[in-house]
């Protein structure tokens, strides 16, 4: 059958691909990542580098310019020099100039051919050679070039910073006049030339055969991570500027930016792992949820109760297949329909109606009996149970019956009943049986015995007559004495049988109505129960008592009460009612058993206390006759009359005795 | 004779009563015991039956049949129930074992009688073949021989010359055939064991 929930479908919790996109794009994620700030890293120190390339070149055009002017400048000298046309006075005050002008010479000399000093700046020449001995060297290489040279640095002295000369000779023609001898303080040098933004950033050295003949490191020594060196290409000379930044190396993660992206990823990851967690929960619940249906659907499939589920309008909106099997209607007939439905068997189509007009108020009988009617026409008695359908919410959304079909009980009470009640008149059929056999058994002998004297005397009567014999009387006599006595032992049979039907002498007693009713009203009320029958009784307290056989009147009231409770079994559970009333009229006690039956048929009044006459199936026709003798013996009368609420009063008269006064 | 075994009296006095009227001697037994006793000691020559209540206190009518069986005395004493309602099945049961009937009751007195008397028919000629073939037991082996012959139609001469013995013997075998066999003529000796 169709439920009204989803199928249980199989599912597969991830497969492989599905989870493979995210974590590959997670990866990938990372991956860039951490290649980001590498690469910013790689980008800023290649910019360094080449920042501090171009510096470097930069200073290493403003060196050599420092050096070129000078050189100029010494070599204008020497053209002056040579063309004789300056005094030595001139001669020191352009030394003197070329001192003010550059700082970084330290000392600027002229030599005559044999080395002494013609004039020097500043003044007070220093005696004896005026130069460093490894100078002489490159003085030497300079007059056979005829060019100028500078020499290698010389250590630092105490007056600080390696001293670099640069010698220019002096040939007027082929003759060889002297040199000028310009002395570098390589410390100064660097100090002038090398601007304060670049030496706040760099650390500046000269370096010659890798050794610092001068530095300037203003802003502390550089860090080895960028460093460019540059030949400055001196005839003569090999000195190199290096440079070395005080900048260390860009750290890996330099700002914010990165920071923050990586710390939102981790973020990410973060919530994703989360929501894989709630992914994966939701998904355990989602089984879970899912096995609860199963499990559900199974059980309401296996039961045998039926279930309906009803909106508030009297829609169905489910039935298990139970109900279905009930009713012999499948599922799709029955969802979805509003009343009447198919199921509701005609004859009770008011009950119906009426319970439903309850249900659409909002109140259901929590419990009831009812029919259906099967789809082939066959009554079914069911046992219904409607609770309200309470919504996830907390409001009723419909209602919820469970349908017990009784069909079974209801035919296994029956068939209790039936048996009790063929228990019961085979009860009363055996004691009839056992008083009719010990009759026959008793009674045979002595109507065997007349009938065989009888035949026998016919015998000889027959003879006789035949042969025109006279007659033997005494023959004959003792045969029909036999036959005759065995007649009246006959009636004495039948007589004791009699007396031990009755068992008893009747024994009168002084009995109270109230008292006679207590005595057998248990018995009455189970009776009572069984056709669910209320009993009501009516008796005056003053009531006179009557003498009468107790047994006997219990027997009588025991039958009428028993007879007013049957006829009630057909008629409406509220109108079984059963009442015993007494009365004191006209010198007699009186008691009625009322009931409000089935009532009695005129010819059925006719014949009510004829021996073996009776209306019902299993009855012996015994009852009202035998309680009718019973009540005459006792000088009362037993009459029954219609009851004007339906029903019948059977009234029993008995002679009282006022109790005097 | 009617042998009646009933326990009530009043059943035996009538009964005994009811056969005298049909010319028929009948003697009451109040117990199975007191009637097993004196079962066939002797036989009446004018023929027995017994009639027998199903339903006695001790030993019942079947049981009583039952040892009449076992005895061989039912050719003799030809068996006739009376039953009550109710044993009926049980009273066929035993006519297909020999009993000659059975009478329900109430039954028709001159009927029981009927068949009365036809039982102490059957008895009477029970009786003399019994009494035939007792004769027949008291011949010697030779007169046995002798009686075969005759019976054949042979004549004195063929017997003696069949059996080897001489005519003179053969008549006095004859003599004493006859005698034994208390008849007269070889006709009524045939007749006797036909």
């Known amino acids: 059958m169709k439920s009204p929930f989803a199928p249980p479908r199989p599912i597969h919790l991830g497969t492989p691909w599905r989870w493979l996109l995210p974590v590959l794009l997670v990866l990938l994620f990372l991956a860039v990542l951490l290649w980001l700030p590498w690469q910013a890293r790689q980008m800023e120190s290649n910019e360094r580098q080449e920042q501090l390339i171009a510096d470097t070149l930069w200073v290493e055009q403003t060196i050599r310019l420092e050096l070129t002017r000078n050189e100029d400048a010494l070599d204008a000298l020497r053209a002056d020099l040579v063309a004789n046309s300056l005094s030595g006075a001139a001669v020191q005050e352009r030394l003197a100039q070329m001192l003010k002008n550059g700082h970084e010479l330290q000392r600027v000399l002229w030599l005559d051919a044999r080395g002494r000093a013609l004039a020097s700046s500043p003044p007070g020449l220093p005696a004896g050679p005026a130069l460093a001995p490894d100078s002489g060297g490159a003085a030497q290489l300079a007059r056979d070039t005829g060019n100028g040279r500078y020499s290698d640095p010389a250590p630092a002295t105490a007056h600080g910073g390696a001293l670099m000369n640069y010698h220019l000779p002096i040939f007027s023609g082929e003759h060889y006049l002297g040199s000028l001898v310009a002395t570098y303080n390589l410390k100064t040098l660097l100090d002038e030339t090398v601007p304060w933004w670049f030496a706040q950033d760099n650390a500046i050295s000269l370096l010659a055969d890798d050794k610092i003949v001068a530095q300037r490191a203003a802003a502390g020594m550089g860090r080895g991570v960028y460093t460019h060196k540059r030949p400055l290409d001196l005839p003569g000379a090999s000195i190199v500027l290096a440079t070395d930044s005080v900048k260390s190396a860009p750290r890996l993660l330099p700002n914010l930016l990165v920071g923050s992206v990586i710390l939102l990823a981790l973020g990410l990851l973060l919530s994703l792992g989360a929501l894989w967690r709630d992914v994966a929960r939701r998904l355990a619940a989602e089984d879970a949820l899912r096995q609860q249906m199963a499990f559900r659907t199974a059980m309401e499939n296996s039961l045998v109760t039926g279930l309906r589920a009803r909106d508030l309008e009297g829609r169905v909106t489910y039935v298990n297949p139970a109900f279905c099997q009930i009713v012999g209607l499948p599922a799709e007939e029955l969802v979805g329909k509003v009343p009447p439905m198919a199921y509701w068997a005609p004859e009770v189509m008011d009950e119906y109606q009426q319970r439903f007009a309850s249900v659409l108020a909002g109140t259901a009988t929590p419990q009831f009996e009812t029919v259906f009617q099967r789809s082939d026409g066959q009554r079914i008695p069911v046992l219904i149970f409607e609770a309200p359908l309470i919504g996830s919410d907390g409001r009723q959304t419909g209602w919820m019956g469970s349908i017990l079909d009784i069909s079974d009980r209801k035919r296994a009470e029956d068939l209790n009943r039936q048996q009790q009640e063929k228990l019961q008149a085979s009860a009363r059929l055996a004691t009839m049986g056992e008083i009719s056999s010990m009759l026959a058994h008793e009674l045979n002998q002595p109507l065997a015995a007349i009938s065989s004297y009888t035949t026998g005397a016919l015998n000889v009567l027959g003879r006789a007559v035949g042969s025109g014999a006279p007659l033997d009387a005494a023959l004959l006599k003792p045969a029909l004495e036999q036959a005759s006595a065995q007649a009246q032992r006959a009636g004495q049979i039948i007589r004791s049988v009699h007396e031990f039907v009755k068992k008893r002498e009747p024994e009168r007693q002084q009995i109270s109505v109230q008292n006679l009713v207590d005595g057998i009203r248990a018995l009455i009320e189970l009776q009572a129960r069984k056709f669910f029958v209320a009993i009501q009784t009516h008796i005056p307290p003053d009531l006179p008592p009557v003498s009468a056989d107790r047994m006997m009147l219990e027997q009588v009231l025991l039958n009428l009460t028993r007879n007013a409770i049957e006829a009630m079994a057909g008629v409406a559970p509220a109108r079984r009612i059963l009442r015993i009333a007494a009365a004191f009229e006209n010198g007699q006690v009186t008691v009625s058993v009322i009931d409000r039956g089935h009532g009695i048929e005129p010819d059925v009044a006719e014949r009510l206390f004829s021996p073996f006459f009776s209306t019902k199936a299993e009855g012996m026709g015994m009852g009202l006759s035998i309680c009718r003798s019973a009540i005459e013996f006792h000088g009362g009368t037993l009459s029954h009359s219609a009851n004007p609420e339906g029903g019948t009063i059977f009234k029993f008269a008995l002679p009282g005795q006022p109790t005097p006064a | ?194």
């Not at chain 2, 099945?89 to 009993?99: E, F, N, Y």
């Open chain 2, 1 to 194: 004779m009617l042998h009646i075994v009933d326990d009530e009296e009043v059943i035996r006095d009538s009964l005994a009563w009811l056969a005298q009227s049909r010319a028929i001697n009948a003697r009451g037994y109040a117990s199975a015991h007191a009637f097993l006793e004196q079962a066939g000691a002797p036989f009446d020559a004018e023929g027995d039956c017994v009639l027998l209540d199903v339903r006695m206190p001790g030993l019942n009518g079947v049981a009583v049949f039952d040892q009449l069986s076992a005895r061989g005395l039912t050719a003799r004493l030809p068996v006739i129930f009376l039953t009550g309602h109710g044993d009926v099945p049980m009273a066929v049961d035993t006519l297909k074992r020999g009993a000659f009937d059975f009478f329900e009751k109430p039954f028709n007195d001159n009927d029981l009688m009927d068949r009365v008397e036809q039982a102490l028919a059957v008895s009477r000629q029970a009786g003399e073949a019994a009494a035939v073939q007792a004769r027949l037991a008291t011949l010697s082996t030779r007169e046995r021989e002798v009686l075969d012959l005759i019976l054949a139609g042979k004549m004195n001469k063929v017997v003696a010359d069949k059996l080897g013995i001489s005519m003179r013997t053969v008549e006095v075998h004859r003599a004493h055939i006859f005698d034994k066999m208390q008849v007269k003529t070889a006709v009524e000796l045939a007749g006797l064991l036909k």
